[in-house]
């Protein structure tokens, strides 16, 4: 677990390089970005008597299974390389041939447990485990600094009481939605408001990232999400936000007719699909490459973006986090939209949405390549747990928002 420590201690010591020569800042770039071995997971089913377990699907995670006593099971969970951000993802599949109650307990061999068990039995319908199957150790819980400045309780381990059968229940951190399973949900909206579809090549692997547009005007806005596999719902909300501007109302309509929409909605396909909890294929957190750009999707993401510039720009990044919160540029000069944007978005939730400015030392995330291209832009982070009817509300108004702020509307809230 010692080495997960290290990477908050690595981007604290960066930010404290801020005096050094920039040979220096480039070389701990290069080194943090550089690609590093990872350890892939053996795809297999476990099976024990009567019971079975399998990683056999993209998007799972599921090292190892140890069989307790017939009805109790230990699943290992591992990251697929160190140091790696505290996002243990895990999702695998188990059922049985004669129907039975079941524990498992999850084990992390690093971090703690952060995601609540989400359970399906058909293809699209989730739930969240109920929490009176849910039981953790008595042993105090630890307290965790979350990046939102939160201190988080986490429990090294936990137990789910799982009711198993012949079908086969799927056991996850989130709902799974791999590569095949994003591209197919936005490929049905090809008939109802995207207007063109591109791709660019994930050198050194079979993916491609691929990229969708909407309206037709002289101005660019530039959707990025799922940089980090476990952010699902990041990337639902993205959905919904999308949904928003392709609405036929005068708002929508007024809006397509100024602005262009390029969306890359799934940047780290490699990672998805394997089932990370932080990395690329190529063992690097993706959202910390966008200056020297060693990585081939922090490429193929710039082709595209850079392919679809305006006249004026602006760039959203959706992610995941411990809790809701909007992360603006720490300074670009003559932002006039984000401001606007956020007020009026307050303005509408009838709350304020938590916002923080986090600078970096160089333009390494998403957030400050757009600010090196002088172009104005918000990370846009979702709850791990929001509730999927509340990030689809939020994301909605957030919509509405940006729309507003682009247009340069004034006027109250419409």
């Known amino acids: 677990m010692r080495a997960l420590f290290l990477l908050p201690l690595l981007v604290h010591a960066f930010g404290a390089t801020a005096q050094l020569d920039d040979a220096t800042r480039r070389d701990s770039v290069l080194r943090m970005t550089a690609s590093r071995p990872v350890a892939h997971q053996l795809k297999r089913t476990w099976d024990f008597g009567g019971v079975h ?169 530039l959707l990025l999400g799922r940089q980090h596999p476990p952010e699902v719902t990041g990337a639902l909300a993205l959905r919904q936000f999308m949904l928003r501007l392709l609405e036929d109302d005068e708002l929508a309509t007024r809006f397509r007719t100024r602005w262009r929409v390029t969306v890359i909605p799934l940047m780290n396909p490699t990672g998805v699909d394997g089932g990370h909890w932080r990395h690329n294929g190529g063992g690097v957190d993706i959202n910390r490459d966008w200056w020297l750009m060693q990585q081939p999707e922090t490429r193929a993401a710039s082709t595209i973006l850079e392919r679809n510039l305006g006249g004026r720009n602006y760039l959203i990044d959706f992610h995941s986090t411990w809790k809701d919160i909007l992360y603006p540029q720490d300074s670009t000069a003559n932002d006039t939209i984000t401001p606007g944007w956020l007020d009026r978005f307050d303005a509408l939730l009838g709350t304020p949405t938590p916002r923080r400015q986090v600078p970096f030392f160089a333009p390494i995330t998403s957030l400050h390549w757009a600010q090196a291209h002088g172009i104005p832009a918000v990370v846009y982070e979702v709850g791990d747990d929001t509730p999927e009817e509340e990030l689809d509300r939020k994301a909605r108004l957030a919509a509405e928002a940006v729309m507003h702020a682009l247009l340069g509307d004034r006027a109250g809230l419409r």
């Open 53 to 221: 377990f399998s990683n056999r699907f993209a998007g799972a995670r599921l090292n190892e299974v140890e069989r307790v006593n017939d009805t109790a099971f230990v699943c290992t969970i591992a990251p697929e390389n160190r140091p790696v951000n505290g996002s243990p993802w895990y999702a695998f599949a188990v059922r049985a041939d004669e129907p039975r109650w079941i524990s498992v307990t999850l084990r992390y061999t690093d971090f703690f447990h952060r995601y609540h068990p989400k359970i399906s039995l058909f293809e699209g319908e989730w739930h969240d485990l109920p929490d009176s199957l849910l039981h953790g150790p008595d042993t105090l819980p630890h307290a965790h600094p979350g990046q939102t400045g939160d201190t988080i309780l986490l429990h090294e381990w936990v137990r789910m009481d799982l009711w198993v059968d012949t079908l086969s229940l799927t056991v996850a951190a989130q709902q799974v939605i791999d590569v095949a399973r994003d591209q197919r949900w936005w490929m049905r909206l090809e008939a109802g408001g995207l207007t063109g579809r591109e791709a660019a090549p994930v050198e050194g692997t079979p993916y491609e990232l691929w990229a969708w547009h909407a309206g037709e005007g002289p101005n660019g806005l």
